[in-house]
């Protein structure tokens, strides 16, 4: 849930927090729920805690595995506070992290605060992910984690993003909202447990990202909600495995992986998480 990186297409007047104010109240609520969900998020603790938390997870494994080698320039789109970028340095790479939100908690402050105390190779550009200040072909891979679904301008996002790119080089959009129908949007709003309170959240169906991505790549790979780690935090494929063996009252290793692909096809729950690869 790093939810704000691009101009929010509602008008968040509208909502009594700033995302800054909405994401404190999640982290100081008395429900533990509401705090685990911070934790999920990485917003608990400071930025650096969170970020080194994020760098040795299962997610970032995954994401790993995908990334070009050997690493080189990086560029995160929508950085929130950080973490991301943190990690593409750990393994790496000469980072620079696109944030427009100054703010210590939740944006480019953290970034910063990251940067001092651990002298990471990240720069911090504050700016929006339409407005990409770099010439052409300069990044060998762009990451974009849960920020493409915030665009202002969803096409012109992913031009710019493509755009910065080497040829051959790789972008990475992870954990993006998809909706099945456009008309999905307010179930979705609905459901999202900040939304009301700030009102930054959105998503778009899996043929607006497709189509957005495969106008300016020569290949796209689409990683669906339970396809890979990346999607699946903070559960897991075999946490996901055990549940369904207890509805089917069967053992685990009876729940064959096609099970999940099966699931993913036909899911058409509002938000669902997917990843994409997209090769220049």
Not at 28 to 52: I, N
Not at 127 to 145: I, L, M, W
Request: proline letters at 6%.
């Amino acid at each position: 849930m790093q939810m704000h990186s691009g101009r929010f297409n509602v008008e968040t007047s509208r909502h009594p927090l700033s995302w800054e104010q909405a994401v404190r109240w999640l982290i100081t609520h008395p429900e533990a729920s509401k705090r685990e969900l911070a934790r999920h998020c990485y917003f608990d603790g400071t930025a650096v805690e969170a970020a080194k938390r994020f760098a040795a997870s299962l997610e970032w494994e995954a994401v790993r595995r995908i990334l070009p080698s050997p690493p080189g320039k990086a560029l995160d789109l929508g950085a929130g506070r950080g973490i991301s970028s943190f990690a593409l340095a750990q393994d790496g790479f000469q980072v620079v992290a696109i944030e427009p939100d100054p703010s210590a908690l939740v944006g480019a402050g953290a970034i910063g605060e990251i940067v001092v105390e651990t002298g990471a190779p990240i720069s911090i550009v504050s700016t929006f992910a339409e407005e990409v200040p770099f010439p052409d072909e300069t990044f060998d891979v762009v990451h974009c984690r849960q920020a493409l679904h915030h665009a202002d301008d969803l096409e012109k996002m992913c031009a710019e993003a493509i755009r910065v790119l080497r040829k051959g080089g790789v972008f990475i959009a992870t954990r993006e909202h998809v909706l099945t129908r456009e008309s999905d949007i307010d179930a979705f709003l609905a459901s999202h447990p900040l939304h009301s309170l700030y009102g930054g959240e959105n998503a778009f169906t899996l043929e607006r990202y497709s189509r957005a991505l495969a106008k300016y790549t020569t290949t796209l790979k689409i990683l669906g909600p339970t396809s890979s780690p990346i999607n699946l935090f903070p559960s897991s494929l075999e946490e996901e495995r055990h549940r369904l063996a207890r509805i089917a009252d069967v053992l685990p290793e009876e729940i064959p992986d096609f099970v999940f692909k099966v699931r993913d096809h036909f899911d058409s729950t509002p938000g669902r998480l997917y990843t994409f690869l997209a090769v220049k």
